[in-house]
């Protein structure tokens, strides 16, 4: 029986991809002097920001500097986020059930609090793993093994709720179950799970059936 039902953010609970593009595009005009596309940029959806700098070659050395202006110019933009439809209704019935519930998110802590809190769904999360309170980061288990240890659970206990292939990795790599957020999910032919739901709704299925 799962004990604790654990979503990612960005995808899963909220809809932040046109704010994450938005910004992510200026940051690399700015540091790259290139102009990406969205597609071209897809990739770095999950992954904690430095990593996603890197990966798109800003030297490192630049990286922190790179890593505050996307954070300013996703604040900037803050008013294209929205919650995916049903996610409140969601917490609502999983809450009334009895689960805990928790968030395992490459967001720095004050992304959590810039991003996510003003969005009114903080107060059904008892833990919340940003990427300060693990030693290595998704796609690693890191934050799925901090995030077991802190409530004292074992693997079977939890399912973990996200839309991109660190996600997966991350639960898989640490033994936890996986739901696949395809209302989220751009591409799901390089995510061999068994779990995959169209709404999160369809989520209650396969958590009250385990």
């Given at each position: 029986m799962y004990k604790h039902i654990i979503f990612d953010i960005d995808g899963t609970l909220l809809d932040t991809e046109a704010t994450v593009m938005v910004s992510l595009k200026r940051v690399c005009k700015e540091f790259l002097d290139v102009e990406y596309t969205s597609e071209q940029l897809r990739f770095t959806l999950g992954m904690p920001g430095v990593m996603a700098l890197e990966k798109l070659g800003i030297p490192k050395d630049k990286c922190d500097d790179?890593?505050?202006?996307?954070?300013?110019?996703?604040?900037?933009?803050?008013?294209?986020?929205?919650?995916?439809?049903?996610?409140?209704?969601?917490?609502?019935?999983?809450?009334?059930?009895?689960?805990?519930?928790?968030?395992?998110?490459?967001?720095?802590?004050?992304?959590?609090n810039v991003d996510f809190v003003p969005f009114g769904l903080e107060s059904f999360f008892n833990t919340v793993i940003c990427v300060e309170d693990s030693e290595t980061h998704k796609p690693d288990k890191g934050p799925m093994v901090e995030?077991?240890?802190?409530?004292?659970?074992?693997?079977?206990?939890?399912?973990?709720?996200?839309?991109?292939?660190?996600?997966?990795?991350?639960?898989?790599?640490?033994?936890?179950?996986f739901i696949l957020a395809l209302w989220g999910c751009r591409d799901d032919s390089m995510i061999n799970c068994a779990n995959k739901c169209k709404h999160p709704i369809d989520v209650l299925k396969i958590v009250e059936n385990k």
């Open positions: 790179g890593l505050l202006k996307w954070e300013k110019y996703f604040e900037e933009n803050v008013s294209l986020i929205k919650h995916f439809d049903g996610i409140k209704e969601l917490l609502e019935v999983l809450d009334s059930k009895g689960y805990q519930m928790g968030i395992i998110t490459s967001k720095t802590r004050h992304e959590y995030y077991l240890k802190r409530n004292n659970i074992t693997p079977e206990e939890a399912i973990y709720i996200g839309d991109a292939i660190h996600d997966y990795n991350c639960a898989t790599a640490a033994g936890v179950d």
